[in-house]
């Protein structure tokens, strides 16, 4: 059975702290997402990552992959409040077309 | 560009009936996805089309689940016979689909959220 895990589930900050998240996935995958939710709103993707050892970066936000390990991260610089949100990975399993496969995501509050 | 729509956004049903939800994809999108999405989880891939042709399926889908895309622009998903655990958001995507790479992000719709009593 393919899993997607994330962790942590659930996450407080403090503005201006810096913190990771993870995605560990089960199944060989070049292709790997990073979406954000708000509170009853729909998803907003954040990054494509493509290939081993990709690095993308907007803002207060770096995603980067390792296909090897299976290890996607969400690296979070100096928080702020707007950040509070839910964020899921998602990969394509590259024997399996193009379904995504999403994690149970990761709530995070920034707390001024 | 209006972006993904769904309709309905909220619909209430009684077991047993049938449902159907409509999504409007953003217009030169060839690719659309439906997922199901249950509080405190991640969405849940049911089907996409590229153009008209539905390429994949869940495994996982019931057979009282069928979507549609007659003319590869809109797209419907009927729940038939529905049961309380049918309950969750039912989200559409849409995506640039001519090959991998960047024109592959999915963009969202609001989603309809299905209540059976």
């Known amino acids: 059975e393919l899993k997607v895990e994330q962790n942590p589930l659930f996450l407080s900050m403090q503005e201006g702290k810096n913190y990771t998240i993870y995605c560990n996935y089960s199944?060989?995958?070049?292709?790997l997402y990073w979406y954000r939710q708000d509170p009853g709103k729909s998803l907003e993707s954040l990054f494509v990552?493509?290939?081993?050892?990709a690095v993308k970066q907007e803002g207060r936000l770096m995603a980067s992959l390792d296909t090897k390990a299976r290890l996607s991260t969400l690296h979070i610089t100096a928080a702020v409040h707007d950040l509070s949100a839910t964020y899921f990975c998602a990969v394509v399993p590259s024997n399996t077309g193009n379904q995504f496969y999403f994690g149970t995501g990761t709530s995070l509050t920034v707390i001024p | 560009d209006t972006g993904v729509s769904q309709n309905p956004r909220h619909k209430i049903t009684k077991r047993g009936q049938n449902v159907t939800f409509r999504c409007d994809p953003i217009?030169?999108?060839?690719?659309l996805y439906w997922y199901r999405q249950t509080l405190g989880q991640g969405p849940e891939f049911l089907t996409y089309?590229?153009?008209?042709?539905?390429?994949?399926k869940s495994r996982l889908l019931s057979d009282r689940f069928s979507a549609e895309r007659p003319k590869g622009s809109f797209s419907t998903l009927e729940i038939q016979r529905t049961e309380q655990g049918d309950s969750a958001m039912y989200l559409c995507?849409?995506?640039?689909?001519?090959?991998?790479?960047?024109?592959?992000?999915?963009?969202f719709g609001p989603g309809t959220r299905l209540l059976v009593l």
């Open positions: 990552l493509l290939s081993n050892g």
């Open positions: 199944t060989t995958s070049d292709r």
């Open positions: 217009s030169e999108h060839n690719r």
């Open positions: 089309f590229q153009n008209e042709a539905q390429l994949e």
């Open positions: 995507a849409s995506s640039l689909g001519w090959r991998r790479g960047p024109q592959e992000t999915q963009y």
